[in-house]
């Protein structure tokens, strides 16, 4: 049995391009984040993205946004935060509108959201 030895040299660039992806987003040049509450993601396994209200363009549809986070939780206390660049949502929205995973939401119903399996962002 050999002994462990640390490979950090070899990681050390793919580490690296994940703080700096992380600095960007955080940092006071970094993209324009979407930042939306998800009570139920954490129940369903869905995020709602939603796209249309009151029979007009809105949310991922219109978005300005570089990235949009999901701030998501479990028994309102524990929080986590999904970040997915703007344009992969728009293509797992796509995606999901085509198998008509559409609901409506808000206020009097007048919300249309597609709703994206969380797991479906890590593939």
């Known amino acids: 049995m050999s002994a462990w030895e640390p490979k ?3 990681d050390f660039e793919y580490g690296r391009k994940g703080e700096q992806l992380v600095e960007r987003l955080l940092g ?24 249309e209200c009151n029979g007009k363009p809105s949310g991922i549809s219109i978005t300005g946004a570089g990235w949009w986070a999901f701030v998501v939780g479990g028994k309102g206390e524990d929080k986590i935060v999904i970040l997915a660049e703007t344009q992969r949502l728009k293509d797992l ?18 919300t249309r959201v597609i709703l994206v399996p969380v797991c479906s962002i890590l593939h």
Request: proline share 2%; charged share 35%; aromatic share 6%.
């Open 8 to 10: 950090w040299d070899i």
């Open 28 to 51: 006071e040049a970094g993209p324009k984040v979407e930042v939306k509450h998800d009570s139920m993601a954490a129940s369903t396994g869905n995020l709602a993205v939603e796209f």
């Open 93 to 110: 929205c796509r995606r999901h509108y085509k198998e008509e995973n559409i609901k409506r939401a808000g206020d009097n119903q007048q």
